[in-house]
């Protein structure tokens, strides 16, 4: 025996229908402003970490993607951002990530010359411990603009370390563990620059993960 539907059960399944096509309409008209966004917070940060005002919507462009986990600390592919003067690259900007955190993954940008002196470093995501390992963050502490104008080499591995390990930048009182993979993830994101100078000549290609 087949039960007649109420007019109540019925008003409800169209009241549903109607949220959904008012959530999927709503969420339609807002993608250009979410992406929008997105990109001002994109360039906001890349002007972060280069010489000022130098990062545009063409720096976007000229991106690539590099697997590399033992210097990316990821196995998924990471974006490199190529700054060009005169069609030269002049610094290339490294997607990066510390796998070693104290509380997981510590997603960074590094600014690097060809040279791999770098430019300028930022932390883009992390979960580590407020009041201790969050000093990692410039709003927090200038302790991450401490990278800047230092020489990366792959002679020079001990001195980028810190302190308490025998290298030359500071770690926070009761967290040692969180500066000791940023400076890591630093180092190695300018090793890679110097090991693989075919960086400046690979295609663009950051627009099929997009």
């Known amino acids: 025996m087949i039960l007649p539907i109420s007019k109540n059960a019925l008003l409800l399944a169209l009241v549903a229908l109607i949220c959904v096509a008012i959530l999927g309409l709503v969420n ?48 998924t592919p990471q974006a490199i951002y190529r700054l060009r003067d005169d069609g030269q690259i002049s610094a290339f900007v490294v997607e990066t990530t510390a796998p ?50 230092k020489q990366v080499s792959p002679d020079n591995k001990s001195a980028w370390a810190v302190k308490k390990d025998g290298g030359q930048f500071d770690q926070f009182t009761g967290a040692t563990i969180t500066p000791r993979a940023v400076v890591n993830a630093v180092y190695n994101a300018g090793l890679l620059v110097l090991q693989q100078p075919e960086l400046a000549s690979r295609p663009a290609n950051c627009g099929a993960m997009q």
Not at 31 to 52: C, F, M, R
Not at 55 to 65: G, K, Q, W, Y
Not at 105 to 128: C, F, K, W, Y
Not at 137 to 146: L, N, P, T, V
């Open 28 to 75: 339609q008209l807002a993608q250009p402003k979410i992406a929008e966004q997105q990109l001002k917070n994109k360039l906001a940060t890349l002007n972060d970490v280069l010489p000022q005002n130098t990062a545009s919507e063409s720096l976007l462009a000229d991106c690539i993607l590099v697997t590399n986990e033992d210097l990316l600390g990821r196995p």
């Open 100 to 149: 070693d955190g104290y509380s997981g993954n510590i997603d960074l940008m590094v600014a690097v010359t060809p040279e791999g002196s770098i430019l300028g470093s930022r932390v883009l995501n992390h979960q580590e411990t407020p009041g201790l390992g969050d000093k990692i963050e410039r709003r927090r502490s200038a302790w991450i603009e401490s990278f800047q104008d």
